[in-house]
């Protein structure tokens, strides 16, 4: 049986308290998660500079190369896990034995993670707009244009409340080391296996340990990281982004509602973008912030449900080993029955329908012993009034709005993604200055073909840095 112990600035800790890891589908006992609790995680924070200190031995440059070499031993090497070790091929194993998530999708995201590594050095360069790496590692520095700027760390380590939904989440944290900031992570209790394997590949490239803590652990275990980092991401619902709104300690990530909006000088060549629709929409198993929940149009939306409908509808589940298998499981007993109820109850508003019913099989919902899943399911709303118009669930679902497109900006609401289909240069120009969207596609590109060289959800190098003024001289005479 492994174990697997917390990870206490590197040094693994043994918990008289521990939890099984069990299969979603067999329960069969998988591992022991050691935990940690809320005293002990704040009780460590007193020593989360010498974590910083550690990483300041090296220069950014050099700890780039460091994770690039990471990026090699997390794909291809058996790395150590607890009291045993871990091939690629066991990651994704259990990775989808906890998550739900098919093994194909397990093997993605974590080439996805591998991409974000080997290419940190130029991510860091895009993100801090060419900034020299000196000038973040040291405090201060001169400009090629000859003028002194400052950017301070606001904080020794980020603290991470990490979900367990999806294992694409782990790119947004991985650009922390480099930047010669500790980590301080809060598995999600089926997604442990991602914080402790990059540990692990950190650990052999030579990145010093003591710059990580791993904390699995209950439900103290997350506000004690965020009240004890001064900088902290947490992942959540639409009341977790609520609680954490205007804290500035904190970045709060929950649903995306990401969308793909047509121009009316190309909805009438909607066919063309079928594919992009699909992908946008069914992608990950719909499971990340970055799939399309809802796609808007002034007209044709009707054909457009109808031949989403006849793709998705007919989508079913299939083994976690079956390379073609696309939909994922939800192992949190109730959760799926409790979205499927809720969607039966809104289709009862007028202007609401569900398209892909009659090209399903069976019900939306399948139910297990000890796992659900939900079938693909597409929506047509006349407007965007319905709560289905703008609503996002963790499966395959979109509703496809009818809406003038001169009312779309002020209809959609917050935007995680939004790609826009138009060559309307005045348009574009409302597109560009939307402030409710984030990442704003231009252009044929699926909401989930994200450019990490561009910041997601903000950029991280303004949450870990302030600028600020910083003089070693007198100023010129003026």
Known sequence: MIEIPVIRWGQPYESMEQQPVVHFETGEELARMHQ????????????????????????????????????????????????????????????????????????????????????????????????????????????????????????????????????????????????????????????????????????????????????????????????????????????????????????????????????????????????LMFDSVYANSGRSCINASSIWASRHTEEIAEALAERLGPIAPKPMTDPEAGLAAFTMQGAAEAMNNQIEEKLKEPGVTEVTAKYRDGDRLIQHERCDYLRPTVIHADSPEPFLANSEYMFPFVSVVKCPQKDMLKKIGPTLVGTCLTEDEAWSQQLLDATNIDRLNIGPVKTVQLNWLQPHEGNIIEFLYRNRAFQNSPPPAH
């Open 36 to 275: 940690a609790n809320g005293g002990l995680i704040k009780m460590d924070m007193r020593k989360s500079a010498k974590a910083r200190e550690a990483l300041r031995q090296f220069s950014i440059e050099q700890l780039c190369e460091m994770v690039g070499k990471a990026a090699d031993l997390y794909m291809e090497g058996t790395l150590p896990l607890g009291n045993g070790t871990q091939t690629p091929e066991e990651f994704c194993r259990i990775q989808s034995a906890t998550t739900g998530l098919p093994e194909h999708m397990c093997a993605f995201n974590m080439r996805k993670n591998a991409f974000v590594l080997k290419q940190m050095k130029p991510l860091l360069e895009a993100l801090t707009r060419g900034l020299p790496f000196e000038i973040i590692s040291r405090g201060y520095g001169m400009e090629d244009r000859g003028v002194m700027v400052s950017y301070q760390a606001t904080t020794n380590a980020l603290g991470l409340v990490l979900p367990s939904n999806s294992p694409g989440v782990h790119a947004l944290w991985l650009p922390v080391v480099p930047l010669q900031i500790g980590l301080v992570l809060k598995p999600g209790r089926q997604e442990p296996w991602t914080p402790y394997r990059i540990f692990e590949a950190f650990k052999a490239a030579g990145i010093p340990p003591e710059a990580m803590s791993i904390y699995p652990g209950g439900s103290d275990c997350g506000p004690a990281v965020i009240e004890a980092c001064n900088r902290s991401k947490i992942f959540g619902g639409a009341a977790t982004v609520e609680q954490y709104e205007g804290n500035p300690r904190v970045q709060a990530h929950g649903p995306g509602f990401s969308k793909i909006l047509f121009g009316d000088d190309m909805v009438d060549d909607w066919e063309k973008h079928l594919d």
